[in-house]
Protein backbone atom coordinates (compact mmCIF):
# COMPACT_ATOMS: atom_id res chain seq x y z
CA UNK A 1 0.00 0.00 0.00
CA UNK A 2 2.78 2.50 1.21
CA UNK A 3 4.33 2.06 -2.76
CA UNK A 4 1.14 2.42 -4.41
CA UNK A 5 0.63 5.81 -2.93
CA UNK A 6 4.10 6.91 -3.63
CA UNK A 7 3.48 6.19 -7.21
CA UNK A 8 0.36 7.93 -7.17
CA UNK A 9 2.20 10.77 -5.46
CA UNK A 10 5.31 10.38 -8.00
CA UNK A 11 2.40 10.31 -11.45
CA UNK A 12 0.43 13.56 -10.13
CA UNK A 13 4.02 15.58 -9.73
CA UNK A 14 4.92 14.87 -13.17
CA UNK A 15 1.53 15.60 -14.59
CA UNK A 16 0.81 18.82 -12.39
CA UNK A 17 1.80 21.79 -14.83
CA UNK A 18 2.98 23.75 -10.96
CA UNK A 19 0.88 27.24 -11.93
CA UNK A 20 -0.21 27.69 -8.24
CA UNK A 21 3.22 28.06 -6.46
CA UNK A 22 3.70 29.18 -2.90
CA UNK A 23 6.64 30.32 -0.50
CA UNK A 24 7.96 27.81 2.29
CA UNK A 25 10.10 28.22 5.25
CA UNK A 26 10.92 24.64 6.79
CA UNK A 27 10.61 24.43 10.43
CA UNK A 28 13.13 22.47 12.23
CA UNK A 29 15.44 22.54 15.95
CA UNK A 30 18.11 23.57 14.12
CA UNK A 31 18.62 27.03 12.30
CA UNK A 32 21.14 28.14 9.86
CA UNK A 33 23.11 30.80 11.47
CA UNK A 34 24.52 31.82 7.89
CA UNK A 35 21.07 32.81 6.43
CA UNK A 36 17.83 30.73 5.63
CA UNK A 37 16.76 29.08 2.88
CA UNK A 38 13.18 29.57 0.86
CA UNK A 39 11.22 26.97 -1.32
CA UNK A 40 9.26 27.57 -3.62
CA UNK A 41 6.50 24.36 -3.94
CA UNK A 42 3.59 23.68 -5.76
CA UNK A 43 0.68 24.11 -3.85
CA UNK A 44 -1.77 21.63 -5.85
CA UNK A 45 1.27 18.41 -5.75
CA UNK A 46 3.52 19.61 -3.60
CA UNK A 47 6.77 19.48 -5.48
CA UNK A 48 9.66 21.59 -4.55
CA UNK A 49 10.29 23.50 -8.00
CA UNK A 50 13.04 25.53 -6.41
CA UNK A 51 15.29 26.66 -3.40
CA UNK A 52 16.64 30.06 -2.74
CA UNK A 53 19.40 31.20 0.18
CA UNK A 54 19.44 34.44 1.93
CA UNK A 55 22.76 34.81 3.45
CA UNK A 56 22.78 37.18 6.55
CA UNK A 57 25.78 39.48 6.77
CA UNK A 58 25.54 40.80 10.43
CA UNK A 59 23.17 44.04 9.82
CA UNK A 60 21.12 42.33 7.61
CA UNK A 61 20.29 40.03 4.68
CA UNK A 62 22.34 40.36 1.05
Known amino acids: ?3 FKKLIITIRQALCKHKETE ?3 QDSVFK ?3 GETVYIRC ?3 G ?3 DSISYE ?3 F ?3
Open 1 to 3: MEK
Open 23 to 25: KVV
Open 32 to 34: RIS
Open 43 to 45: KKC
Open 47 to 49: KIL
Open 56 to 58: YEG
Open 60 to 62: GYK
